[in-house]
């Protein structure tokens, strides 16, 4: 297929923040309390049936029993594995092709300090594009989504999910796959890809607990939910039909250039990223159209890379 | 047990055609015929067995056009282009947190190589994304929810983790909260929504018209018409009964109902808006208006008013409030015409 590149660069992109070389230690995050690093559970909290155990990477479910009858039950352990202790980068290229279409292009690494290998990928797109992927260690499957983006609550999604063909493809840390393909006619934007890591240890299902009470289970099915047992991040891929409205499109681009600037992966004081915030903001607040020559202005102001990688999805999303 | 026939009299000079009867998912018993002279009548019965005797809902356009049967009422909605499948929700990647609640998470320091936990300081701080759910305005900024304590050393708590509280405001919208290790400068973000998940999309359709977006900087139409699955249901089926019984044709004009995820509805954060309360004094209360019965997505507007609804979709606004509570199980004390629209309300 003839490829009419609208730009060479490959944008680089991480998940969840900048890693500084050198660091031993993170800042993190729990859902529950933590599991006693000292083994003392004599002083675990009232009501609280889950934690979460850093060094193993594993949820921990301990019920002690119906508490009127304590002195006879037996005590419930269990653990199940997190799928979220993986740290993906992504690079990622969208090129308009001779028929109209557009032909996106990902290439996925883990990071060095991943504890986990990325064992699947999943991206949210427009549900009624109809998308032809390819990755000659990966297989793709579309389908209806399962997950509503409260970032883009608007969407109509479908998702491609994509895992190995064999464990052994599987990404591990340190380690990249290239080649990542979509072709559809969907517009581009920002849209969210899920990564879910290969855990060694028990994996949970509703089932595993179904027999310990409602209260029990659903302090379980919480931690296991996309939100806390994954990584996510924001790529440009096929988000938008060809009648997507232009509040829709100036709120996703301003969603995801915010992340970026969060993120340190663009420069809040570049020329081209203030004046592009400048003029999605006054459209989504006048609700006028874009103007015109506003288009221009952005691809001249943008440097290289993410930038003009940016600068021409959205122009793509807003003219064609 | 059946009861044995008991005779509910009739009105309107006697019944022009036979009466169709509905049980809603509520156990109400409803009854519907045109009498001789035009008009619709309407008998339901409670769950608890009792009848309100018949009604008259009057005619519109003329009288009464050809009689449809009235469709089933929908275990998914069929023709008004519901999707339902937003409304699972439960996966979506990121945590969602209810408007105004309190929520404790538990900030903690790692290797990041083994994941031991150590002591550390951290501090932690929230922010917004701007332009997110449909607010399309930032003068002045929105509330922003608070995280507590926004420091310490975590090496001053049980097992190394300081639990913090995350108050969420009533604003519907994107925010992010960050972590930092003040120790060795790293920090995470983690992007969280405020809201309710499962509210469901009401789009154009052969029975609606979507009305009202861009008027209030809420934006355009597809960001104003969201309600839980509960209320879209008993809407459709409200409309299904008016244009079907009453006037044959038309669509029903839809107005505001909640945004994507909820919360606040501030449509009066400017003095532009036009605002006004029940004295006619211009109403300004950014981010925090009075249009409190949307935040939940269990509400919606109907208009009746030309220059939001072509002339023809016009709805009589006393027979659709009764359509909403007789037929769709909206709350009767909550379910009021409100000048120029009826505002339709279903349970939290």
Same mark, same amino acid.
């Given at each position: ?28 995050? /729990? ?52 799928? $979220? ?28 300090? $991943? ?28 389908? /209806? ?26 990404? $591990? ?128 102001? $943008? ?18 | ?18 009466? !169709? ?108 994304? &701007? ?13 922003? !929810? ?26 519907? &919208? ?30 154009? !359709?052969?029975?609606?018209? &979507? ?24 809407? &459709? ?51 925090? !208006? ?59």
């Amino acid at each position: 297929m003839f490829l009419k590149t609208i730009s060479i660069a490959l944008a680089f992109m991480s998940i969840l923040g900048a890693q500084v070389p050198g660091i031993k230690t993170v800042a993190s995050l /729990s859902p529950v309390p933590l599991w006693p690093q000292d083994g003392d559970i004599t002083r675990l909290p009232k009501g609280q049936y889950v934690f979460y155990d850093p060094p193993s990477g594993e949820y921990v479910v301990y019920y002690a029993g119906n508490t009127t009858n304590s002195q006879s039950a037996q005590p419930t352990l269990l653990r199940f594995g997190t799928h $979220a202790l993986v740290d993906p980068k992504t690079e990622f290229a969208v090129a308009s092709t001779d028929n109209g279409a557009f032909r996106y292009t990902y290439n996925i690494s883990n990071g060095s300090n $991943a504890r986990q290998a990325i064992q699947r990928m999943s991206m949210l797109i427009y549900s009624d594009s109809t998308p032809r992927t390819s990755q000659a260690t990966w297989t793709a499957n579309v389908g /209806s989504s399962t997950v509503r983006d409260i970032a883009a609550p608007t969407m109509s999604a479908a998702t491609i999910d994509w895992t190995p063909n064999a464990s052994s493809q599987s990404i $591990a840390p340190g380690n990249t796959v290239t080649g990542f393909t979509v072709d559809s006619t969907s517009r581009p934007g920002f849209t969210t890809v899920v990564f879910r890591g290969a855990t060694q240890s028990s994996e949970y299902s509703p089932a595993a607990v179904a027999s310990l009470p409602n209260d029990v289970q659903e302090q379980v099915a919480h931690v296991f939910k996309t939100a806390w047992d994954t990584k996510t991040g924001l790529v440009i891929g096929p988000r938008f039909s060809k009648d997507a409205s232009q509040s829709e499109i100036a709120q996703n681009f301003l969603f995801g250039i915010q992340s970026l600037i969060r993120d340190e992966k663009l420069d809040s004081s570049s020329p081209f990223i203030q004046s592009t915030v400048r003029l999605l903001s006054a459209q989504l607040e006048s609700s006028d159209p874009v103007a015109k020559n506003a288009n221009n202005l952005m691809l001249s102001e $943008a440097k290289t890379g993410l930038e003009a990688m940016i600068a021409n999805a959205l122009q793509t999303a807003l003219t064609q | 047990v059946w009861s044995g026939w008991g005779n509910l009299g009739s009105a309107g000079g006697g019944f022009a055609t036979t009466p !169709s009867m509905i049980v809603q998912s509520n156990g109400n018993t409803v009854i519907t015929a045109i009498g001789a002279d035009g008009n619709l009548y309407l008998d339901w019965q409670s769950s608890s067995g009792v009848w309100s005797g018949w009604g008259n809902l009057g005619n519109a356009g003329g009288g009464l056009g050809p009689i449809i049967s009235i469709p089933p009422p929908p275990a998914a909605c069929t023709n008004c282009c519901l999707n339902y499948a937003d409304s699972g929700g439960g996966a979506n990647p990121q945590a969602v947190f209810a408007p105004n609640s309190t929520n404790t998470l538990y900030a903690y320091c790692e290797n990041q190589n083994t994941g031991q936990v150590v002591p550390c300081n951290v501090s932690l701080s929230t922010t917004y994304y &701007q332009y997110t759910n449909g607010h399309f305005h930032n003068n002045p900024p929105p509330p922003v !929810s608070t995280v507590s304590p926004n420091s310490g050393y975590t090496g001053n708590y049980s097992n190394f983790e300081m639990p913090v509280t995350i108050t969420t405001t009533q604003v519907g &919208q994107i925010e992010s909260l960050s972590v930092s290790d003040d120790d060795n400068g790293s920090a995470i973000h983690y992007d969280y929504g405020i809201g309710y998940l499962g509210l469901v999309y009401i789009d154009n !359709s052969n029975i609606f018209y &979507q009305t009202g977006g861009n008027k209030t900087n809420h934006g355009d139409n597809t960001w104003n018409h969201y309600m839980t699955v509960n209320a879209a249901t008993g809407l &459709q089926r409200a409309a299904d009964f008016y244009i079907n019984f009453y006037n044959p044709g038309q669509k029903v004009c839809i107005n505001d109902m909640a945004l994507p995820i909820g919360g606040k509805f501030d449509v009066c954060w400017s003095s532009a808006i036009g605002c006004t309360d029940k004295n006619g004094d211009l109403i300004v209360k950014p981010w925090d !208006s009075p249009h409190i019965s949307h935040d939940q997505g269990t509400a919606a507007d109907v208009a009746a008013v030309v220059g939001q609804c072509p002339k023809n979709y016009i709805v009589n606004l006393n027979v659709f409030k009764q359509a909403c509570i007789n037929i769709g199980g909206s709350l009767s004390a909550n379910t009021i015409t409100e000048g120029n629209h009826v505002h339709c309300r279903w349970p939290n």
